[in-house]
């Protein structure tokens, strides 16, 4: 638990500079747009937040090194190889003029990086066809960047509300520091649980009351974090781990993106175009419409950070099978299904102002009635 500890105290000191220090200068760290389909905010806020996660992991790396507990070279390298996505995403929060392609392809070359650094590289699938298909090592190397760009890019895509996308990060990393622990991987999960802290030193400032964001810059380097560790997992324990695992844990922001990009291409828009009808934000507007007349920050802040727990509810529906069956791909595939169907069931009955009755039940319990 140093590891945590560390992480958590560096994190969240760094956050709490970064909110005096944006607000004291009132310049480009914060976020002054308030209107658009996914600005959810009353007042600016600074985007910084990935930095004091990055140096909350850095940190830890740091003093384990210097106390000479752990071989942590790898993990040296792969902050090195994370580099080029954080800084991507940092330049977008502070400048706001770097495209998704730039950004997208940034964190490719992240993940190319590591291909060559690492040999962070899928050699299996458990599926027949594409376990062929990466035999060959210039598929799987291309199927490595391609899956570590999109979940990069999905953790990014859910992060619409406080608390939202850093708890669903760090339960995605506790899963993996579990799976880590089972099959005797130290260094996977010294660097799942660097994660952990971090992101959990950050969250106290970001939920509920939203005093920093994490921005691209954040969500880029939590997204390529837990998708480089557990490609590692899998390279470092062959056969000991379905391959299908690390999906199940990261089931929901990967679906997530790519039913958005399904629904935005059968509506004739571009598949980065933003809009307000991902799930997160149906359930701000459609479940939680007890401050829809309310316009004061204080009510606003207060229905934002109460959508975070309808979709860490969901997360979990992924991360607790893949905990439970981490090595049993038959029972993972089922998972993986069943929670596609739940997924599309739910957000059929919201869309359609059909919300299923224990949404608007939890909603009771979690806020106080109006009088």
Request: aromatic share 12%; hydrophobic share 55%; charged share 15%.
């Amino acid at each position: 638990m140093t590891t945590v500890l560390i992480a958590f105290v560096a994190a969240l000191v760094a956050s709490l500079l970064l909110i005096r220090g944006a607000h004291a200068r009132d310049g480009q760290a914060l976020d002054k747009q308030l209107d658009g389909p996914q600005k959810f905010h009353a007042v600016p806020v600074p985007r910084t937040g990935g930095l004091a996660i990055t140096w909350g992991v850095v940190a830890a790396f740091a003093v384990l090194s210097l106390t000479n507990q752990q071989d942590l070279r790898s993990a040296w390298w792969l902050l090195v190889c994370a580099a080029p996505a954080f800084a991507a995403g940092l330049a977008e929060d502070l400048l706001k003029r770097i495209g998704p392609l730039p950004r997208l392809l940034a964190t490719m070359a992240s993940a190319l990086l590591a291909c060559s650094l690492l040999d962070a590289v899928i050699v299996s699938t458990g599926i027949p066809v594409l376990d062929w298909v990466v035999s060959f090592s210039v598929f799987g190397a291309a199927l490595s960047v391609f899956a570590v760009a999109g979940i990069a890019n999905a953790v990014n895509i859910i992060d619409g509300f406080n608390g939202l996308a850093s708890m669903c990060a760090a339960v995605m990393l506790a899963a993996l520091a579990y799976v880590a622990h089972q099959v005797g991987d130290p260094l996977i999960m010294t660097m799942a649980l660097a994660g952990i802290g971090a992101t959990l030193g950050f969250f106290v400032w970001n939920f509920p009351a939203g005093l920093i964001f994490l921005g691209d810059g954040g969500a880029y380097f939590l997204g390529f974090w837990f998708a480089e560790l557990a490609l590692l997992l899998l390279v470092r324990n062959p056969g000991e781990v379905s391959p299908l695992c690390p999906l199940l844990i990261c089931i929901y922001p990967v679906f997530e993106t790519l039913f958005s990009i399904y629904r935005r291409r059968r509506r004739g828009s571009s598949p980065g175009q933003p809009d307000g009808i991902h799930l997160h934000s149906l359930i701000y507007r459609r479940v939680l419409r007890w401050a829809i007349q309310d316009r004061s920050a204080r009510a606003m802040t207060r229905r934002n950070s109460m959508t975070s727990p309808y979709l860490w509810f969901l997360c979990m529906l992924g991360v607790i099978p893949a905990m439970l069956f981490w090595n049993d791909t038959p029972l993972i595939t089922a998972a993986l299904a069943g929670f596609i169907v739940f997924y599309l069931a739910l957000y059929w009955r919201i869309v359609r102002f059909r919300s299923p009755g224990w949404l608007h039940a939890a909603r009771r319990r979690l806020l106080p009635r109006r009088v």
